[in-house]
């Protein structure tokens, strides 16, 4: 079939059904919450996290990785090194399959976000590899580098470097002391979500460029600046993960300085907003730039969460709580599924007349509103959790619970209510493109 | 432009690297409780936690999934109130197979956990920085 011929495309394709994956097990899972039995005997929360958790990081992976390969098709204006870009892709399939039966069949031993059997962690760090490759093959003839070049580099690079840091607790050196293995752990799984963002940020910056035709932006000296304040919140940003765990307090403090940085992504938010509501006008009915639109209100309200998050005396009553879970719910679905949706339009069916359907529209909007109501839901429990924290005397834990109930009842129907939209413009989109290809 | 990115990430870079390898090296022991533990058998105990997934519902740290509490310092409740949840189970949490070696390993794993400080808020004092301190 014409559209597997691309292996681009068949990368996104991948995303595309890891995603519906993500979450279907993600609605499952949330219904544990409310009702402790259900698939007890089955699946569980032990299985059905990890299958969550897992479709959803291996979504935004390959759905990154398809965006900058079709990315680069475009930019070199050839396709190049399909060999090695058909190695990534089965390296990366081989992967998958072993790990979701891993799960299923309860086999677990990895560590938060990464529960396989460690030995799954070989096939992608090679497809990561082969990754990193191809892309210095394949920018090798661009000249002059904009500014998503260099955050695609950055994010594939380190990517490889904290992946392979992510894996030392398998040498019992690395587990001789319980505080030094936490904080090599929440070290990388912090730095870790900065790399995966470079290659989607820099794919929202290659979109963005695209559709507002304005070829020099990526040049821009803002755009860099902005490029090097994440990167530099990458490296030295993961502090506030641990500002609990009893560490070296230089740990806590590099955390906690470099975070206050990101006060000015705040500041230039507002200020661009403006310019925003005039391109909005332009761009509204065409289905990239919309997604794009709903990230940016999204990275808004997750930065705003993120920075008070960061100061260590607010933490204090937010850690531990499901205020931490609305921010990663926040970044995983409002930022990078955003942009990653417009990324899958962008490239897999382009035209502007394909948008104008209904079932798309309500769709987006029935993702927006129910993700708002899902976060809100989420960050009432948070606040719920945090009052018990500090109560004298403290009830037992499953009387906090009890208390949570009417939001846990609430974060299920808006989960259900977002799984749906959410299908709704999977189906849509999945319809357009067979039909552009039939 | 592109000789002074490259410097600039270059630096960036090696400053990351600095940073890492002291964190890597670092033998400086944090605990703060005087909890004692069997260091070897904590080791296998951190992989008993993780073959069975026990973040998924639980937090070390406030760190994991919130189905279930935090159970940092939970040792100090003793090994007979871990091992019957183990093998009772309650509510969505199953019923785990465990050898009497695996509990007694997943037990010292907890006795390190609490050997290293207490994970509830209230033994925190905020500094007038707004860093946050075990009491």
Redesign the interface.
Known sequence: MKLTKNIGTLFLITALGLFAASIFFGFLASI??RY???L??SL???KL??MHVSAALFWILLAATGSIYRSLDILTKKKTYPLLQKIHWGLWLLAILGIFYSYATGS?????YW?YPPVFAIPIGLAWLFFLITFFLKVKSIK??PVYI?MWM?GIVYFLFIFI?NY??VL?Y???????????Q??AAGSIVGAYNMLVYGTAFFIMERISKKANTG?NTWA?ALF?LS??NM??NWGH?????????T????G?IVSMTEWVFFIKIIYNWKKQVTEAEAFYHYYPYRFILAFNCWLFFNLTLALFMS???I???M????F??AHAMGTTIGINTMILLAALFFFLVPKKEHHQSKFLNTGFWGIQISLLIFLLSLMTMGFI?SIW??EEPQAL?ADMMERMKPFTFLFILSGMSLFLSFLGVISGLVYTLFKKHS | ??KP?LI??LL??L??LV??SS??K???????KPVAYD?AL??EG??IW????C???H????????????LTNVADKGYYYIDAFLKVGI??M?IFNLTEEESLHLFE?LK??NA??S????D?T?LMD?????K
């Not at chain 1, 850690?319 to 499901?322: E, V």
């Open positions: 544990i919450y402790p039995e259900f007890k005997n569980g929360l032990i996290r990890p677990f031993g990895g560590r938060e529960e002059k580098w260099w950055t840091e030392f607790w019992p690395f587990r001789e002391s319980f505080i030094k293995d936490m904080v090599i929440w070290k040049f860099f090097f990167f530099f490296l030295f993960h641990l500002y609990l765990v009893p560490t070296n307090s740990i806590h403090y590099v906690y100061i260590p005396f933490n204090l009553y850690h531990g709580t499901h931490i879970t959790k924290f500090f834990f | 432009m592109g990115i600039l990430f960036l870079s400053a990351f940073f890492s964190i890597y670092d033998d400086t022991v944090y605990e703060k260091a904590q080791k951190r992989l993780q073959k069975n997934n973040h998924v519902c937090q070390l740290y406030g760190l994991g999934g919130f189905l279930g509490p935090d509510n969505s199953p794993f390190a956990t290293s400080g994970a509830n808020p209230k925190y905020i707004g860093m946050i301190v075990q």
